[in-house]
Protein backbone atom coordinates (compact mmCIF):
# COMPACT_ATOMS: atom_id res chain seq x y z
CA UNK A 1 0.00 0.00 0.00
CA UNK A 2 3.06 2.40 0.55
CA UNK A 3 4.62 1.95 -2.69
CA UNK A 4 1.00 2.14 -4.36
CA UNK A 5 0.64 5.59 -2.64
CA UNK A 6 4.02 6.89 -3.62
CA UNK A 7 3.23 5.69 -7.27
CA UNK A 8 -0.19 6.94 -7.32
CA UNK A 9 -0.72 10.92 -8.77
CA UNK A 10 -3.94 12.13 -8.13
CA UNK A 11 -3.76 13.59 -4.84
CA UNK A 12 -6.76 12.62 -3.11
CA UNK A 13 -6.51 8.92 -4.47
CA UNK A 14 -2.94 8.92 -2.89
CA UNK A 15 -4.53 10.09 0.75
CA UNK A 16 -7.16 7.55 0.37
CA UNK A 17 -4.29 4.63 -0.27
CA UNK A 18 -2.34 6.26 2.64
CA UNK A 19 -4.89 6.10 5.06
CA UNK A 20 -5.73 2.34 4.00
CA UNK A 21 -1.96 1.63 5.16
CA UNK A 22 -2.04 3.15 8.43
CA UNK A 23 -5.34 1.80 9.14
CA UNK A 24 -4.05 -2.02 8.35
CA UNK A 25 -0.83 -1.09 10.34
CA UNK A 26 -2.90 -0.14 12.96
CA UNK A 27 -4.64 -3.54 13.34
CA UNK A 28 -8.07 -3.28 11.19
CA UNK A 29 -8.74 -5.88 8.71
CA UNK A 30 -8.45 -4.30 4.78
CA UNK A 31 -11.70 -4.54 3.89
CA UNK A 32 -12.68 -2.98 6.91
CA UNK A 33 -10.18 0.14 6.09
CA UNK A 34 -11.90 -0.20 2.49
CA UNK A 35 -15.51 0.42 3.96
CA UNK A 36 -14.06 3.79 5.35
CA UNK A 37 -13.80 5.13 1.84
CA UNK A 38 -17.34 4.36 -0.01
CA UNK A 39 -17.00 6.68 -2.92
CA UNK A 40 -13.57 5.17 -4.04
CA UNK A 41 -14.60 1.23 -2.90
CA UNK A 42 -17.97 0.38 -3.38
CA UNK A 43 -20.07 -2.56 -1.73
CA UNK A 44 -18.77 -5.12 -4.21
CA UNK A 45 -15.38 -4.19 -3.75
CA UNK A 46 -15.61 -4.19 0.18
CA UNK A 47 -17.70 -7.85 0.08
CA UNK A 48 -15.27 -9.70 -2.83
CA UNK A 49 -12.22 -8.38 -0.37
CA UNK A 50 -13.76 -9.83 2.63
CA UNK A 51 -14.58 -12.95 1.11
CA UNK A 52 -10.90 -13.16 -0.09
CA UNK A 53 -9.73 -12.58 3.45
CA UNK A 54 -11.95 -15.33 5.17
CA UNK A 55 -10.66 -17.92 2.32
CA UNK A 56 -7.30 -16.88 2.10
CA UNK A 57 -7.29 -16.10 -1.19
CA UNK A 58 -7.10 -12.28 -1.33
CA UNK A 59 -4.82 -12.01 -4.23
CA UNK A 60 -7.07 -14.54 -6.84
CA UNK A 61 -9.84 -12.44 -5.55
CA UNK A 62 -8.09 -8.71 -6.61
CA UNK A 63 -7.48 -10.58 -9.91
CA UNK A 64 -10.77 -11.31 -9.88
CA UNK A 65 -11.81 -7.99 -9.33
CA UNK A 66 -9.49 -6.15 -11.69
CA UNK A 67 -11.00 -8.41 -14.64
CA UNK A 68 -14.65 -7.32 -13.32
CA UNK A 69 -13.52 -3.92 -13.63
CA UNK A 70 -11.71 -3.55 -16.65
CA UNK A 71 -14.73 -5.29 -18.56
CA UNK A 72 -17.02 -3.22 -17.39
CA UNK A 73 -15.25 -0.05 -17.79
CA UNK A 74 -14.36 -1.42 -21.37
CA UNK A 75 -18.18 -1.85 -21.87
CA UNK A 76 -18.71 1.68 -20.73
CA UNK A 77 -16.38 3.09 -22.85
CA UNK A 78 -18.04 1.15 -26.17
CA UNK A 79 -21.33 2.42 -25.12
CA UNK A 80 -19.95 6.44 -24.41
CA UNK A 81 -17.84 5.79 -27.68
CA UNK A 82 -21.60 4.80 -29.64
CA UNK A 83 -23.27 7.48 -27.91
CA UNK A 84 -20.82 10.67 -28.71
CA UNK A 85 -20.85 10.68 -32.19
CA UNK A 86 -24.61 11.13 -32.95
CA UNK A 87 -24.85 13.51 -29.75
CA UNK A 88 -22.42 15.49 -31.13
CA UNK A 89 -23.91 15.50 -34.98
CA UNK A 90 -27.14 15.99 -33.83
CA UNK A 91 -26.32 19.11 -32.08
CA UNK A 92 -24.51 20.59 -35.21
CA UNK A 93 -27.64 19.79 -36.67
CA UNK A 94 -29.76 22.12 -34.63
CA UNK A 95 -27.44 24.91 -34.21
CA UNK A 96 -27.15 25.16 -38.01
CA UNK A 97 -30.82 25.18 -38.34
CA UNK A 98 -31.33 27.59 -35.52
CA UNK A 99 -28.77 29.86 -36.98
CA UNK A 100 -30.44 29.54 -40.27
CA UNK A 101 -33.95 30.15 -39.22
CA UNK A 102 -33.02 33.11 -36.54
CA UNK A 103 -30.62 35.13 -38.69
CA UNK A 104 -30.39 33.71 -42.42
CA UNK A 105 -34.75 33.54 -43.02
CA UNK A 106 -35.56 37.31 -41.34
CA UNK A 107 -32.89 39.00 -43.76
CA UNK A 108 -34.80 36.85 -47.10
CA UNK A 109 -37.95 37.93 -45.39
CA UNK A 110 -37.63 41.48 -45.75
CA UNK A 111 -36.73 40.84 -49.40
CA UNK A 112 -39.90 38.65 -49.60
CA UNK A 113 -41.85 41.16 -48.30
CA UNK A 114 -41.58 43.21 -51.01
CA UNK A 115 -43.11 40.79 -53.85
CA UNK A 116 -46.67 41.17 -54.59
CA UNK A 117 -47.47 37.84 -54.80
CA UNK A 118 -48.08 34.90 -52.71
CA UNK A 119 -45.27 33.08 -51.08
CA UNK A 120 -44.58 29.33 -51.33
CA UNK A 121 -46.48 26.90 -48.51
CA UNK A 122 -43.10 26.16 -47.10
CA UNK A 123 -41.66 29.34 -47.43
CA UNK A 124 -44.49 30.73 -45.10
CA UNK A 125 -43.61 27.56 -42.95
CA UNK A 126 -40.11 29.04 -42.31
CA UNK A 127 -40.80 32.71 -42.32
CA UNK A 128 -43.81 32.01 -39.75
CA UNK A 129 -41.00 29.85 -37.66
CA UNK A 130 -38.71 32.02 -37.98
CA UNK A 131 -40.70 34.47 -36.25
CA UNK A 132 -42.13 32.47 -33.37
CA UNK A 133 -38.68 31.86 -32.30
CA UNK A 134 -37.18 35.46 -32.29
CA UNK A 135 -40.44 36.79 -30.62
CA UNK A 136 -40.69 36.99 -26.97
CA UNK A 137 -42.78 33.39 -26.68
CA UNK A 138 -39.30 31.78 -27.33
CA UNK A 139 -38.14 32.87 -24.22
CA UNK A 140 -41.82 31.54 -22.50
CA UNK A 141 -41.81 28.43 -24.69
CA UNK A 142 -37.54 27.33 -23.23
CA UNK A 143 -38.51 28.83 -19.47
CA UNK A 144 -41.20 26.57 -20.12
CA UNK A 145 -39.01 23.28 -21.29
CA UNK A 146 -36.43 23.86 -18.99
CA UNK A 147 -39.19 23.75 -16.19
CA UNK A 148 -40.34 20.80 -17.48
CA UNK A 149 -36.84 19.39 -17.50
CA UNK A 150 -36.44 19.93 -14.17
CA UNK A 151 -39.10 18.51 -12.59
CA UNK A 152 -38.95 15.26 -14.58
CA UNK A 153 -35.32 15.27 -13.57
CA UNK A 154 -36.63 15.89 -9.84
CA UNK A 155 -39.09 13.31 -10.48
CA UNK A 156 -36.62 10.55 -11.98
CA UNK A 157 -34.96 10.74 -8.49
CA UNK A 158 -37.68 9.55 -6.90
CA UNK A 159 -38.40 5.55 -6.43
CA UNK A 160 -41.44 5.37 -8.09
CA UNK A 161 -39.82 8.13 -10.91
CA UNK A 162 -36.59 6.14 -11.38
CA UNK A 163 -38.69 2.73 -11.73
CA UNK A 164 -40.58 4.17 -14.77
CA UNK A 165 -38.27 6.26 -16.23
CA UNK A 166 -36.18 2.80 -16.45
CA UNK A 167 -38.99 1.11 -17.62
CA UNK A 168 -39.35 3.73 -20.01
CA UNK A 169 -35.97 3.19 -21.38
CA UNK A 170 -36.07 -0.14 -21.70
CA UNK A 171 -39.28 0.39 -24.29
CA UNK A 172 -37.22 2.67 -26.71
CA UNK A 173 -37.26 0.95 -30.26
CA UNK A 174 -33.62 0.32 -31.10
CA UNK A 175 -31.90 1.49 -27.76
CA UNK A 176 -34.30 -0.71 -25.41
CA UNK A 177 -32.79 -3.62 -26.40
CA UNK A 178 -29.36 -2.33 -26.32
CA UNK A 179 -29.81 -1.67 -22.52
CA UNK A 180 -31.63 -4.16 -21.50
CA UNK A 181 -28.57 -6.59 -22.74
CA UNK A 182 -26.03 -4.23 -21.01
CA UNK A 183 -28.44 -5.12 -17.84
CA UNK A 184 -28.41 -8.58 -18.46
CA UNK A 185 -24.38 -8.87 -19.03
CA UNK A 186 -23.63 -6.69 -15.88
CA UNK A 187 -26.65 -9.09 -13.37
CA UNK A 188 -24.08 -12.09 -14.86
CA UNK A 189 -20.95 -10.59 -14.40
CA UNK A 190 -20.65 -9.27 -10.93
CA UNK A 191 -22.92 -12.31 -9.40
CA UNK A 192 -20.74 -14.49 -11.47
CA UNK A 193 -17.34 -12.51 -9.97
CA UNK A 194 -18.93 -12.04 -6.18
CA UNK A 195 -19.76 -15.83 -5.68
CA UNK A 196 -16.63 -17.51 -7.78
CA UNK A 197 -14.89 -15.27 -4.80
CA UNK A 198 -16.72 -16.54 -1.94
CA UNK A 199 -19.55 -14.34 -1.48
CA UNK A 200 -23.31 -15.88 -0.18
CA UNK A 201 -25.58 -15.92 -2.63
CA UNK A 202 -28.21 -13.63 -0.77
CA UNK A 203 -25.36 -11.09 0.08
CA UNK A 204 -24.27 -11.45 -3.92
CA UNK A 205 -28.42 -10.77 -4.77
CA UNK A 206 -27.89 -7.50 -2.82
CA UNK A 207 -24.72 -6.34 -3.87
CA UNK A 208 -26.00 -7.08 -7.82
CA UNK A 209 -29.65 -5.50 -6.81
CA UNK A 210 -27.63 -2.18 -6.09
CA UNK A 211 -25.27 -2.14 -9.03
CA UNK A 212 -27.69 -3.16 -11.45
CA UNK A 213 -27.97 0.12 -13.05
CA UNK A 214 -31.47 -0.69 -13.62
CA UNK A 215 -34.66 0.23 -11.49
CA UNK A 216 -37.00 -2.47 -13.52
CA UNK A 217 -34.27 -5.12 -13.33
CA UNK A 218 -33.27 -4.37 -9.22
CA UNK A 219 -36.77 -4.90 -8.39
CA UNK A 220 -36.40 -8.38 -10.07
CA UNK A 221 -33.43 -9.24 -8.70
CA UNK A 222 -34.63 -8.02 -5.15
CA UNK A 223 -37.87 -10.40 -5.68
CA UNK A 224 -35.57 -13.33 -7.07
CA UNK A 225 -33.36 -12.57 -3.51
CA UNK A 226 -36.72 -13.13 -1.69
CA UNK A 227 -37.40 -15.92 -3.20
CA UNK A 228 -34.12 -17.56 -2.73
CA UNK A 229 -34.37 -16.61 0.77
CA UNK A 230 -37.60 -18.68 1.49
CA UNK A 231 -36.20 -21.72 -0.46
CA UNK A 232 -36.51 -21.44 -4.01
CA UNK A 233 -33.95 -21.42 -6.70
CA UNK A 234 -32.67 -18.60 -8.70
CA UNK A 235 -33.81 -19.21 -12.21
CA UNK A 236 -37.30 -19.83 -11.10
CA UNK A 237 -37.97 -16.38 -9.74
CA UNK A 238 -35.97 -14.94 -12.52
CA UNK A 239 -37.96 -16.22 -15.14
CA UNK A 240 -41.44 -15.16 -13.41
CA UNK A 241 -40.30 -11.47 -13.35
CA UNK A 242 -40.67 -11.52 -17.36
CA UNK A 243 -37.05 -9.20 -17.22
CA UNK A 244 -34.86 -12.33 -18.15
CA UNK A 245 -34.71 -13.98 -21.61
CA UNK A 246 -35.11 -17.50 -20.98
CA UNK A 247 -31.93 -18.16 -22.68
CA UNK A 248 -30.53 -16.76 -19.09
CA UNK A 249 -33.19 -18.60 -16.74
CA UNK A 250 -32.77 -22.37 -18.57
CA UNK A 251 -28.52 -21.59 -18.10
CA UNK A 252 -28.89 -20.50 -14.54
CA UNK A 253 -30.66 -23.57 -13.88
CA UNK A 254 -28.81 -25.94 -15.34
CA UNK A 255 -25.79 -24.09 -13.74
CA UNK A 256 -28.06 -24.61 -10.23
CA UNK A 257 -28.39 -27.96 -10.69
CA UNK A 258 -24.57 -29.21 -11.85
CA UNK A 259 -23.42 -26.97 -9.11
CA UNK A 260 -21.57 -24.34 -12.25
CA UNK A 261 -23.41 -20.91 -11.13
CA UNK A 262 -20.47 -18.85 -11.93
CA UNK A 263 -19.36 -20.76 -15.33
CA UNK A 264 -22.43 -20.16 -16.64
CA UNK A 265 -22.95 -16.71 -15.50
CA UNK A 266 -19.46 -15.83 -16.90
CA UNK A 267 -20.73 -17.58 -19.61
CA UNK A 268 -23.64 -15.53 -20.42
CA UNK A 269 -21.72 -12.35 -19.64
CA UNK A 270 -19.35 -13.33 -22.52
CA UNK A 271 -22.13 -13.55 -24.62
CA UNK A 272 -24.09 -10.42 -23.68
CA UNK A 273 -20.95 -8.39 -23.78
CA UNK A 274 -20.49 -10.05 -27.77
CA UNK A 275 -23.89 -8.88 -28.33
CA UNK A 276 -23.83 -5.87 -26.81
CA UNK A 277 -20.28 -5.05 -28.77
CA UNK A 278 -22.57 -6.65 -32.36
CA UNK A 279 -25.47 -4.10 -31.81
CA UNK A 280 -23.26 -0.80 -30.73
CA UNK A 281 -21.22 -1.89 -34.04
CA UNK A 282 -24.79 -1.83 -35.95
CA UNK A 283 -25.93 1.33 -34.44
CA UNK A 284 -22.70 3.47 -35.26
CA UNK A 285 -22.51 2.32 -39.01
CA UNK A 286 -26.17 2.83 -39.09
CA UNK A 287 -26.56 6.08 -37.38
CA UNK A 288 -23.75 8.26 -39.07
CA UNK A 289 -25.88 7.50 -42.56
CA UNK A 290 -29.14 8.79 -41.19
CA UNK A 291 -27.32 11.51 -39.23
CA UNK A 292 -26.04 13.03 -43.15
CA UNK A 293 -29.44 12.19 -44.44
CA UNK A 294 -30.86 14.02 -41.37
CA UNK A 295 -28.75 17.30 -41.79
CA UNK A 296 -29.70 16.79 -45.55
CA UNK A 297 -33.47 17.19 -45.62
CA UNK A 298 -33.12 20.06 -42.73
CA UNK A 299 -30.76 22.60 -44.27
CA UNK A 300 -31.58 21.69 -47.69
CA UNK A 301 -35.49 21.71 -46.99
CA UNK A 302 -34.62 25.30 -45.56
CA UNK A 303 -32.54 26.27 -48.64
CA UNK A 304 -35.21 24.78 -50.96
CA UNK A 305 -37.82 26.86 -48.79
CA UNK A 306 -36.00 30.33 -49.13
CA UNK A 307 -34.60 29.86 -52.92
CA UNK A 308 -38.29 28.63 -53.83
CA UNK A 309 -39.47 32.35 -54.17
CA UNK A 310 -36.62 33.90 -56.32
CA UNK A 311 -37.32 31.15 -58.91
CA UNK A 312 -40.59 31.83 -58.99
CA UNK A 313 -40.00 35.55 -59.64
CA UNK A 314 -37.41 34.63 -62.48
CA UNK A 315 -39.96 32.62 -64.15
CA UNK A 316 -42.43 35.62 -63.76
CA UNK A 317 -40.06 37.90 -64.97
CA UNK A 318 -38.89 35.78 -68.26
CA UNK A 319 -42.90 35.37 -69.12
Not at 3 to 13: H, M, N, S, W, Y
Not at 134 to 150: D, E, T, Y
Not at 218 to 230: L, Q, Y
Not at 269 to 281: C, H, L, M, N, R
Given at each position: ?D???????????K?????????????????????????A????????????????N???????????????????R???????????????????????????V??????F?????????????????S?????????????????????A?????????????????????????????????????????????????????????????????????????????????????????????????????????????E?????I?????????????G?T????????????????????????P??????????
Open positions: LILAEQTDDVRFNVISQLSTDVEGGESFSDALRKHPRYPDLYVSMVRAGEASGLDGVLLQLADYMEAMEDLKRIKSAMTYPVVAFSMILLIAGGLIVWVPQFGEISSFDAQLPAPTRVLIAIEVLRSPMAFVVVGAFIAVVFVRMYARTPAGRYQFDSMKLRLPVFGKLLRKVAISRFARTLSTLTRSGVAILAALEIVERTAGNEVFAKAIEKAGDSVRGGETLADPLARSGEFPAIVTRMIGVGEKTGALQMLSKSDFYDSEVKATIDLSLIEPLLILMMGIVVGGIVVALFLILQLSSLVQQ
